[in-house]
């Protein structure tokens, strides 16, 4: 049995974090300014401490199997969780190999920072245990995951109808009958694990209109 958060906890994350959608790092054309993960990648390096922890919400819900370890913490929250004894400091390189491992893994990088802060998490999230995107798929609460920048775009001709995509989507912005797959555009948050997993190279990430 799926457990669940209750919505007077979700209420309470959401009042004091915001999180924003970070894409994988694919090449754009163009001279676009994105919140991509070169970018993650310098807000990491300018960091003066990493630690890294088993992710809350995957550890307390335990409704799947994606990596643990991948909630990322910097500066004064990476010292706080260390001298809880719930983290452990790692290295830049370290740090970038959990997130490209948890993009594998289907997993969504997430931004978090409380309000009027700067980013101090960086977590992997699903959507059957991340508190945020629970608010946002469970109970319809559109503003707890700010999006990205990007959205996902379809060339047609290449497309083979084959559904992974649908599959490795958090946010149900596709689904799949027998007339083929569907696009949700609303339910897009251009995080482009869509686009890094899809078989022919139809998909790409392309800045919003």
């Not at 707890?144 to 559904?163: E, M, P, R």
């Amino acid at each position: 049995m799926e457990r669940t958060w209750e919505e007077e906890d979700l209420k309470a994350m959401l009042d004091k974090y915001d999180a924003i959608t970070i894409p994988v790092n694919i090449s754009f054309e163009g001279n676009q300014q994105v919140l991509d993960m070169e970018q993650v990648k310098h807000l990491i390096s300018r960091a003066t401490l990493i630690s890294v922890r088993d992710c809350y919400c995957r550890e307390k819900l335990k409704n799947c199997d994606k990596p643990l370890r991948a909630c990322l913490s910097l500066n004064a929250a990476a010292i706080s969780g260390i001298e809880e004894g719930e983290a452990e400091e790692i290295s830049f390189q370290e740090a970038i190999e959990i997130l490209e491992k948890s993009h594998e893994a289907g997993l969504v990088h997430l931004a978090y920072n409380i309000k009027g802060e700067e980013c101090d998490i960086i977590c992997s999230c699903c959507s059957c245990c991340c508190h945020h995107m629970s608010a946002l798929t469970r109970f319809g609460y559109h503003d707890a995951v700010i999006k990205s920048d990007f959205i996902s775009q379809c060339d047609q001709s290449l497309c083979s109808d084959c559904g992974v995509c649908v599959e490795r989507c958090q946010f149900m912005a596709r689904d799949q009958d027998e007339n083929g797959v569907h696009f949700k555009q609303e339910n897009c948050f251009g995080c482009g694990l869509c686009v890094s997993s899809c078989p022919t190279g139809a998909l790409t990430l392309v800045k919003r209109g």
